[in-house]
């Protein structure tokens, strides 16, 4: 199983980006994708899950300005985070599980940075 995280980068505050997530060995038409993030000396925080079916969950902190989506057919995830905050600067990442916000499968990381 291959998770594969990309789309980070560095950019200005109200910026957006949009990350991937790219699923190798398994399918999302079973496995939902949950993006988690570890700021430098903070704990990893979940920030969006989207079960296979559908469901989503989002953090308090995100809630309004990032999107979680899922093709299946190009079994890929994505996080669309919009009105970025320097607060959201971490290095992101994926990973799949059959429960919502689970994390069977661990991707690497995206770094994103986003400056004042």
């Known amino acids: 199983v291959q998770l594969q995280a990309s789309g980070g980068g560095l950019v200005q505050g109200g910026g957006s980006l949009r990350l991937s997530c790219a699923a190798s060995?398994?399918?999302?038409?079973?496995?939902?994708i949950g993006w988690f993030r570890q700021a430098p000396g903070k704990e990893r925080e979940g920030v969006a899950c989207?079960?296979?079916?559908?469901?989503?969950y989002y953090a308090d902190s995100v809630k309004n300005h990032f999107t979680i989506s899922q093709d299946n057919a190009k079994n890929t995830a994505y996080l669309r985070m919009n009105n970025l905050r320097p607060e959201d600067t971490a290095v992101y990442y994926c990973?799949?599980?059959?429960?919502?916000?689970?994390?069977?499968?661990w991707g690497k990381g995206t770094q994103v940075t986003v400056s004042s």
């Open positions: 990973a799949a599980s059959h429960s919502l916000c689970g994390m069977d499968y």
């Open positions: 989207i079960s296979s079916s559908g469901s989503t």
């Open positions: 060995g398994i399918s999302l038409d079973y496995y939902g």
